[in-house]
């Protein structure tokens, strides 16, 4: 019996990599695949596939909030159920295992070919028996909220109220929720703040940088120039510049280069003991 799937993940190299295997695996047809949250849901209600590979970061809505919001359209466990869903992350079995909701089971990355077959497997497996859990339930409301919290968790603890653990970026007409630790840096130019991850470029709707600043956490976003707040997670390379100065190269897609203000040049070599 051939079981429909979709493939999300904001990583084209690992959506690619999961096609193959499953096709390798066979008895799966991928019907789609999605880069994020958003599409997440569109792609499930449209074409109500058998299972999902759900990766659990991605901009707009990560894994767990796809399922909250697919979770919130059949109150009660009402209407078409939820599909199988496997995980696909790069966290470690155990965290996985308790985020574990309604999933029928979680690949870790990078992606190995005997568990693509075992999770195909297990879903077939439920799905045979009609799509339920071991308690024949879809999950509520409560225990994703009760995930929410340990992924807030896992991913560096409780932050302040003031600093959410996700902002929204505009992308064009859409508000994508993104989370901090996928921003590489944000600009400033003729009053526009432009926020850029590794897959997309949108705006934010703070009117400074100094207001933006306030929402992230400081632990890892640097102002190392008037211009530039960075993410020190996504640096690539520290470049030497003339006169003592320096450059640096961001892994965005483009490379960019931001300098460092000749006031910040301490910090930078405080921060990797240049």
């Known amino acids: 019996m051939s079981i429909s799937a979709l493939i999300i993940d904001d990583e084209q190299l690992a959506r690619e990599e999961l096609k193959y295997l499953l096709d390798v695996v066979g008895g799966v047809d991928v019907v789609a695949q999605g880069a994020n949250g958003i599409e997440a849901v569109e792609l499930i209600e449209e074409h109500h596939p058998d299972l999902v590979f759900l990766d659990v970061q991605m901009p707009g809505l990560d894994g767990f909030q796809v399922i909250q919001k697919l979770a919130a359209k059949r109150p009660n466990g009402s209407g078409e159920p939820l599909p199988q869903i496997v995980f696909a992350t790069a966290y470690d079995q155990y965290a996985v295992r308790a985020f574990a909701v309604n999933a029928v089971d979680y690949l870790l990355k990078p992606f190995d070919r005997d568990r693509v077959s075992e999770a195909v497997e297990r879903a077939r497996t439920r799905i045979a028996a009609g799509g339920v859990d071991s308690a024949g ?22 932050r302040a109220a003031s600093q959410p653990a996700k902002l929204i970026v505009q992308l064009q007409s859409r508000l994508m ?36 600043q306030e929402l992230l956490d400081s632990a ?30 961001m892994n965005d897609k483009q490379q960019t280069e931001i300098p460092v203000s000749r006031a910040q040049t301490k910090r930078l070599r405080e921060l990797f003991k240049l």
Do not use: M
């Open 177 to 212: 929720l993104v989370d901090q630790a996928e921003i590489c840096f944000a600009a400033i130019d003729e009053g526009v703040i432009r926020i850029v991850t590794r897959t997309f470029e949108g705006q934010s709707k703070c009117r400074t940088l100094e207001e933006l």
């Open 220 to 249: 890892s976003f640097w102002r190392a120039h008037r211009g530039f707040v960075v993410n020190i997670n996504h640096i690539r390379e520290v470049v030497p510049w003339f006169k003592s100065s320096y450059q640096l190269r």
């Open 137 to 158: 339930t879809q999950p509520t409301s409560s225990q994703i909220d009760e995930l929410l919290k340990l992924l807030n968790r896992t991913q560096g603890g409780e």
